[in-house]
């Protein structure tokens, strides 16, 4: 279970003068919870990282609270998915690089392979619906989620322990090790335990008139885990969380909607936008966030599972797997 952020934010403060193997610990912070787990295996007998987001907080529009300033402003390494996924966080970054912090934006790694947001809404189409997708999505704008797939994330693992070594470079051997690991436990144990979860499913026949659609998702973030893992993708809601529907493009979302026979809308939150979609294709709401994770005893059913971020891709797999076998 993660522990609480009163927690995380009076040790994280307390960690600053705290030395070790005859090296301060390297303060590193994360802004986003499922890359907190994932930074804590690289760290694994050195320290620990903190997660800037409390929990309700939206990673791309959060504004800090004094205490999650402090933190920022004190921190050697921050890991970030995209300099682009908040803009007011960015100008502040760009502060403490002018001070000498280390920023990793993930994106920019070429282990990443980032991926742009998609430009097609296959259920759109299928419903004769216009999408105005290209009218509100910026050409340039990567997608900022590559810690749903653990391939990607596995490739990442040794350029982000070598970041980190730059404020502990004693520690340099065992961040490599800790790194080689976690690509190994991604690798090997968790990409084909996601994979089982998800041929174990043979998807069921529509019997429905309308065209049937397995699921869709609330925004596109989701590319990355159904690309990996073979899943049929037929769009979203919304190409980027941040984004609103116009006018003209939520009257054909809604009209499409109710054109086809949706089984799943997998979003982060139950919004008044999902729930008319859903009532609409007779869509089942799937919740899924990083703040929903499973307990430490749901987790035991599959025994890949060692920490938080384990756990998401866990309730990934399973939540599309409801989908497809409904």
């Not at 920019?108 to 290209?134: C, F, Q, S, V």
Request: glycine fraction near 4%; hydrophobic fraction near 40%.
């Amino acid at each position: 279970m993660i522990r609480s952020y009163g927690v995380l934010i009076a040790s994280f403060m307390v960690s600053a003068q705290v030395a070790f193997a005859g090296e301060l610990n390297p303060k590193v912070v994360v802004t986003t919870p499922p890359l907190k787990a994932y930074t804590d295996a690289l760290l694994r007998g050195i320290g620990e990282s903190y997660s800037l987001l409390r929990p309700g907080q939206d990673a791309h529009t959060f504004t800090l609270s004094p205490s999650q300033r402090r933190a920022l402003s004190t921190a050697d390494v921050i890991i970030i998915p995209d300099r682009t996924m908040n803009p007011v966080l960015d100008t502040m970054l760009a502060t403490e690089e002018k001070r000498g912090a280390k920023v990793l934006a993930l994106t920019d790694l070429r282990e990443a392979r980032a991926l742009p947001y998609p430009k097609k809404n296959p259920w759109l189409d299928l419903a004769g619906e216009a999408d105005h997708t290209d009218d509100e999505t910026d050409d340039d704008a990567r997608d900022p989620h590559v810690w749903l797939d653990p391939e990607r994330m596995a490739s990442l693992a040794l350029p982000v322990a070598e970041a980190i070594s730059v404020a502990a470079p004693s520690h340099q051997a065992r961040l490599q090790q800790n790194a080689r690991d976690l690509a190994f436990h991604l690798r090997e144990e968790v990409t084909p335990g996601v994979t089982a979860i998800l041929e174990a499913v043979s998807p069921k026949e529509s019997m429905s008139a309308r065209p049937q659609v397995p699921f869709i998702t609330y925004h596109a973030a989701y590319q990355y885990f159904l690309k990996r893992f073979r899943l049929e993708s037929m769009g979203q809601i919304t190409q980027r969380p941040e984004n609103y529907l116009g006018a003209r493009t939520l009257h054909d979302t809604v009209s499409g909607a109710g054109k086809l026979s949706i089984r799943c809308i997998v979003s982060e939150t139950n919004s008044p936008l999902v729930q008319r979609i859903a009532k609409a294709s007779g869509a089942r709401i799937v919740i899924l966030s990083p703040e929903g994770l499973y307990t430490g005893d749901e987790a035991g059913q599959a025994p890949w599972v060692r920490n938080d971020y384990d756990r998401l891709l866990l309730k990934t797999a399973t939540s599309f797997a409801s989908c497809l076998k409904e």
